[in-house]
């Protein structure tokens, strides 16, 4: 019970620390690189900052004010407990965006086209980490996460639809054609960063091993890595001897470990391991159709 409760604790912190990092960087994206060239991107906090070109109203009161409504249905669609990072990722996201952009007059990089995709990838990161800790920044993300927990359509599709309809808007109160095209450019970035990043921290391994001590390299994996393995019968042809085949599926960031601790056990062992395009079931993504 004890070890349970600390585990609980350890989890939680290490998910709101992660957020955490990912809103900074989230916020970094339109302060650093964004609001300066006065680019527009997208969601809730590309509408804010158009509000920001046009009336100097701080960008987070109007991020703030739009998200109450919004995380209201994110509470009773996807539940507490995304509505509780939810909300602590809207307090955190109009408290930095608070801080007085006249602390960053100017853009750091002059050139508007990168401008737009360095703001654009960091934002993704951002995202990206929010995402995967379960969280959301709010606005279009939260429409995305809806969408996604019913459909296998990616984050990244879903915002880039939502997002295009708001910078698309941008031009009838800015008049710049110039503007909304590096919006539509910081869009795409954080798009494929946001689907990249996910795909990249949810990638899964299918390994196959042959070693005389199957037993041994099994029970490591079951109890260390907290993964199946199914052990299938073979038959070499060029020995015509029977062998044991250790099959398992794992992230791909557990796969070190395994290779380690094979070599370990068995330094002869033959393995054999597959990219995987997606795995559902226990331990991995949920069957959405």
């Given at each position: 019970?004890?070890?349970?409760?600390?585990?609980?604790?350890?989890?939680?912190?290490?998910?709101?620390?992660?957020?955490l990092i990912g809103l900074c960087l989230y916020v970094l994206s339109w302060t650093l690189f964004l609001v300066p060239a006065q680019i527009t991107g997208?969601?809730?906090?590309?509408?804010?900052?158009?509000?920001?070109?046009?009336?100097?109203?701080?960008?987070?009161?109007?991020?703030?004010?739009?998200?109450?409504?919004?995380?209201?249905?994110?509470?009773?669609?996807?539940?507490?407990?995304?509505?509780?990072?939810?909300?602590?990722?809207?307090?955190?996201?109009?408290?930095?965006?608070?801080?007085?952009?006249?602390?960053?007059?100017?853009?750091?990089?002059?050139?508007?086209?990168?401008?737009?995709?360095?703001?654009?990838?960091?934002?993704?990161?951002?995202?990206?980490?929010?995402?995967?800790?379960?969280?959301?920044?709010?606005?279009?993300?939260?429409?995305?996460?809806?969408i996604n927990k019913y459909r296998n359509i990616s984050p990244g599709r879903i915002i880039m639809y939502c997002d295009v309809i708001i910078i698309g808007?941008?031009?009838?109160?800015?008049?710049?054609?110039?503007?909304?095209?590096?919006?539509?450019?910081?869009?795409?970035?954080?798009?494929?960063?946001?689907?990249?990043?996910?795909?990249?921290?949810?990638?899964?391994?299918?390994?196959?091993?042959?070693?005389?001590?199957?037993?041994?390299?099994?029970?490591?994996?079951?109890?260390?890595?907290?993964?199946?393995?199914?052990?299938?019968?073979?038959?070499?042809?060029?020995?015509?001897?029977?062998?044991?085949?250790?099959?398992?599926?794992?992230?791909?960031?557990?796969?070190?470990?395994?290779?380690?601790?094979?070599?370990?056990?068995?330094?002869?062992?033959?393995?054999?391991?597959?990219?995987?395009?997606?795995?559902?079931g226990q331990g991995f993504d949920k069957i959405k159709c």
């Amino acid at each position: 019970m004890v070890q349970t409760q600390k585990h609980k604790i350890q989890t939680f912190i290490m998910d709101y620390s992660i957020m955490l990092i990912g809103l900074c960087l989230y916020v970094l994206s339109w302060t650093l690189f964004l609001v300066p060239a006065q680019i527009t991107g997208g969601g809730i906090s590309g509408l804010a900052a158009v509000i920001y070109y046009s009336t100097k109203i701080p960008i987070g009161l109007t991020f703030f004010v739009i998200n109450v409504f919004l995380v209201a249905i994110a509470v009773k669609v996807l539940g507490a407990s995304f509505g509780i990072k939810t909300v602590f990722s809207m307090i955190v996201l109009s408290l930095l965006f608070l801080v007085p952009q006249s602390l960053f007059p100017e853009a750091i990089i002059k050139d508007n086209f990168l401008s737009a995709v360095l703001g654009g990838m960091m934002g993704g990161v951002g995202i990206g980490l929010v995402f995967s800790r379960g969280g959301s920044t709010g606005g279009t993300d939260i429409i995305a996460m809806i969408i996604n927990k019913y459909r296998n359509i990616s984050p990244g599709r879903i915002i880039m639809y939502c997002d295009v309809i708001i910078i698309g808007s941008s031009y009838f109160l800015l008049h710049s054609l110039d503007k909304m095209v590096y919006g539509f450019v910081s869009m795409a970035v954080v798009s494929y960063t946001l689907d990249a990043y996910l795909s990249g921290s949810n990638a899964s391994a299918q390994i196959f091993i042959f070693s005389s001590k199957y037993e041994e390299i099994a029970d490591f994996i079951n109890n260390d890595t907290m993964r199946g393995v199914t052990v299938l019968d073979g038959k070499g042809w060029y020995t015509q001897q029977d062998v044991k085949v250790l099959m398992t599926i794992v992230r791909k960031k557990e796969t070190s470990i395994i290779f380690r601790k094979v070599k370990e056990i068995d330094s002869d062992a033959f393995i054999s391991m597959a990219s995987v395009m997606g795995v559902y079931g226990q331990g991995f993504d949920k069957i959405k159709c």
